[in-house]
């Protein structure tokens, strides 16, 4: 919570012209393929700010928002393996390069920043695509994350069922900043 009030100070010291743009729809997915069952699960509960004037990007994701097909896997994976009531977020602060505010249409781009999952922050790279149509904004990116790299520990007993690095899907659609 404390690097998400740090992200929108941050946002919110700059001026605000029409390069601020707030998430207005989101979708985080994860999806783990292990031998035993394949596991997804989405949220559509995120928060984001974009600066297109400056690239600078900040996400933040409540853990609790993930919802799976399995509730019961949804109750593990908030008590067991993210311990949600210490960690409720994960976030994500950084740049977008490769990204041209005047051009329109779909752009690649590169987001490379500091994401926090499980207490641990590590420098993080992940590709994906930007399209700039009138004044809304389309953001999408899947990378791999390692499950070990944020110290969610996997107990032997269900090594098989989750899988040691996930794919995370995320897209956003962006419009301009409006304070309220």
């Known amino acids: ?18 390069q601020q743009y707030q998430l207005a729809e989101s979708r985080v ?32 994701i409540p853990i609790k928002t993930f919802e799976f097909e399995k509730k019961l896997m949804q109750e593990h994976f908030n008590e067991n393996y993210m311990e949600s009531h210490k960690y ?29 999952i499980h207490g641990v922050n590590r420098n993080v790279e ?3 695509t930007l399209e700039y149509r009138d004044k809304e904004i389309y953001l999408t990116a899947v990378f791999p ?14 090594f098989y069922n989750i899988a040691e690095e996930v794919e995370v899907t995320v897209k956003a659609k962006y419009l301009p900043y409006e304070k309220k």
């Not at 602060?93 to 926090?116: C, D, E, I, T, Y």
């Open 145 to 158: 994350v390692k499950v070990a790299d944020y110290e969610v520990e996997i107990p032997s007993l269900v």
């Open 126 to 128: 992940a590709a994906g």
């Open 1 to 18: 919570m404390k690097i998400y009030l740090l992200s929108l100070c941050l946002f919110a010291s700059l001026p605000l012209y029409s």
């Open 88 to 116: 409720p977020d994960a976030t994500f602060k950084g740049k977008l390069s490769g990204f041209n505010p005047q051009q329109k249409g779909v752009q690649k781009v590169v987001a490379r920043g500091q994401m926090n």
């Open 29 to 60: 997915s994860f999806f783990s393929s292990a031998p035993m069952e394949n596991i997804e699960a989405i949220s559509s509960r995120a928060k984001s700010l974009l600066n297109t004037q400056t690239a600078e990007i900040a996400f933040v």
